[in-house]
């Protein structure tokens, strides 16, 4: 799964990609997806901390064009007439939360020359051999992808100058064409239909979850010392997070266990972690300064119920945003 949806990103970064009410229309997602994440890179970017710190942006911008400049899709990238920074909106990926590589599914949403992008892509084809061909679908442009070394062949659509969707199989590609020509949204499972609607296009990143798709995720999940955060996840019933950046940074984790017994019992021991946590942050902070925003973001953070709903919310202020980040490295 990693490394198709490592595959996947690649292809939003050279494909190329725009914004809507949620994080992402419910209508572009796959009827099987129980599991969504969002990044939404033109909110990030326009946000007042981020031009803030225009000098860490600069650095970011000069890593990524450095590695770019170093790839052999510079050239093509170049001719299509596309900046990652200025035309890429957002990527989003979906799955039912296994481990399958052949339910993942991207969608990408930004700003770009379609007939340019196709031209280029077509002349990229000719020189690539078998690794890239420019089809159709109807009167939608599909390029499969397949890398050097043989691997599953990536099949992506341009739908028009602001969309393009990507998946594992031509099969899952041409249901998603016809679904959102169709303008027909899936017929969600309710608790992720519902952890969808928490999303919208202010939010930074965003990632949401059903019951079902946690409960896949908790088959591989790591046992930690204490708890089973696999358990813990089996018992909920969706999950809904999301980071969202203004002049500050606030974020919220939300999610709904099967019972309001279950939440009362998951809040009281998550909070007693917190307790015990805030207490040794605070500890450390008189012994050194440097933890004192650690210190400062743990008071924030705040454990909530609301019958069966179990929410987490807390917030980075720019001035503890601006101390760590004297900590680290130019």
Known sequence: MRSFLSRLACVAVVMGTALSARAVEPRYLPPNSEVAITVNLKQILNSDLVKDKKDLVDQAKAFLKQKLDESPAKEYLDKAGFDLFRDLDSVTVTSDGSKD????????????????????????????????????????????????????????????????????????????????????????????????????????????????????????????????????????????MSISLTKDVTFQLAGTAKTEEDAKKMAAAANFGLIGIRGMVIQQAKQDAKVQPVADIANTLRITTQGNTIVLRGEVSQANLDKMLTLIPR
Do not use: C, H, W
Request: overall charge neutral; proline content about 4%.
């Open 101 to 240: 590589p052949n339910n993942g599914f991207v969608i990408i949403e930004g700003n770009f020359n379609a007939d340019k992008l196709v031209e280029v892509a077509k002349e990229a084809a000719t020189k690539s051999g078998d690794n890239l061909k420019v089809t159709k679908a109807g009167n939608v442009n599909v390029f499969e992808i397949t890398p050097k070394d043989n691997e599953k062949t990536i099949y992506s659509a341009l739908i028009n100058n602001s969309l393009m969707i990507a998946a594992a199989s031509r099969e899952q590609l041409n249901a998603a064409i016809a679904r959102i020509n169709s303008n027909k949204t899936p017929n969600f499972r309710a608790n992720f239909k519902t952890a969808l609607e928490t999303t919208n296009s202010k939010q930074s990143f965003s990632f949401v979850a059903s019951g079902e798709g946690l409960a896949k995720m908790a088959e591989s999940a790591p046992k930690q010392p204490g708890g089973d955060f696999g358990a813990m996840l089996q018992n909920m019933d969706g999950m809904a």
